[in-house]
């Protein structure tokens, strides 16, 4: 079949409150809806979150909210654009197009930011949903029926765990209020991903850092759980200086609070040369990691996990950054990147076939949409399977079942 069209839409989300993190804010949540036509009838629509913020703090820093935005959809179409005339069979693997189709659509997404310097996370963000549409091309064109049977071989192997649950991950970013922290736990959560990295120079960053974990962290010890509490700490490359991150890890000593983290993710924005191998947590690289080739990279600084954003960086990145990561033995995990429901069962689907994190003995997935989207009810009930058991987290958990894994959790609906 050949691709002979395409049309891209932009919903505009509204949030709860501005969504704090990098020491700044945004304040709603493009979401791309991707549709290919093919010269045989077919059409396959997906959706795609934009994170402008998320993916590069220049571009975002350097352009109003909705002109980020802008520019990162204007990205979405020019590589839509490229791939009408293309054949299109069971040969066709989503992987392969992308990774041959980046080059140019990285050039482009120079031109339109005027940056030699964006990120390729940042294009990488712009194509998730045109690859979501890739993937469900190529799932009709293998007669794949679920997730399982369209993996390739290569990636098939390395995501055969079908877990029965995986932890539930929201968000405590700046503006979550204590009553909410509070509300999460009585609701069985026992993992909670704080955002760190405040706005204001390093010492202002660092004493408001410190402050907002202690907080946290006081605030969760006084709550009888069900089961001993985590945390996930994000810093999202503000810490400048390995020596100011220490300094945290000491206070969370201090405070007793270090033994319960079990991943700190993204400390710097710097060099990979900033070897991490004698800090006493689990480092994460995220946002940064752009590539294969940077899994290998931090991994060599002493990195010991890795966020993975089907949603946020593509499928097909993240399938290969799995595959990277598992090749030396390194765990990882799903984030994200604010999701509307569609796009978490995307998420959902690699985070359900990792295999288990050691320190938890199941894995886990980060999801604020809930806590974050205004209209969260009414876009859980536009779901093709609302209602559904592994939509919506029980006692901390969300629990995956053989109709998960039987409709894959509705990605192809």
Known sequence: MKIVGYDLDIVREPLRRKFGFKGSFFSEKWVTMMTLITDDGLTVQAPGGLSVLWSDQAIFTDHCEAGGNLLMSAIAEFAAKLLVGQQYDATSRPDRILKDLFPAVHDYAKAVTNSDE?????????????????????????????????????????????????????????????????????????????KLGQSGTQEQMFAKDCQRVKEVFELLRTIGTE?????????????????????????????????????????????????????????????????????????GAGYGAFAIKPAGKTLSASLEMIATAYSFDIPCFVADSACIPRLADLNRNVAARLRPFEKLQMNFMESNGADHYLNWTQLIQSHPFAGAAWLNPQRGTYHLDEAFYACSGGIYN
């Open 118 to 194: 964006v990120r390729k996370t940042f294009t990488l963000n712009a194509l998730v949903s045109l690859d979501f549409c890739l993937w469900k091309l190529y799932a009709k064109a293998i007669g794949a029926r679920t997730f399982d049977e369209m993996l390739p071989e290569q990636y098939a192997k390395m995501l055969s765990h079908h877990s029965s649950q995986i932890a539930y991950v929201p968000l405590v970013s700046y503006g979550i209020e204590r009553k909410e922290i509070e509300l999460m736990a009585r609701d069985g959560v026992f993992l909670f991903k704080v």
């Open 227 to 299: 089961r001993p509490v985590y945390y996930y700490l994000d810093a999202n490359g503000r810490y400048e200086k390995k020596e100011t991150l220490l300094r945290l890890l000491e206070f969370l000593d201090a405070i007793g609070m270090l033994d319960s983290v079990v991943i700190l993710e993204e400390p710097f924005d710097g060099p990979v040369s900033i070897d991490v191998s004698d800090i006493p947590v689990v480092i994460a690289g995220d946002e940064s990691v752009e590539s294969s080739e940077d899994v290998v990279e931090r991994i």
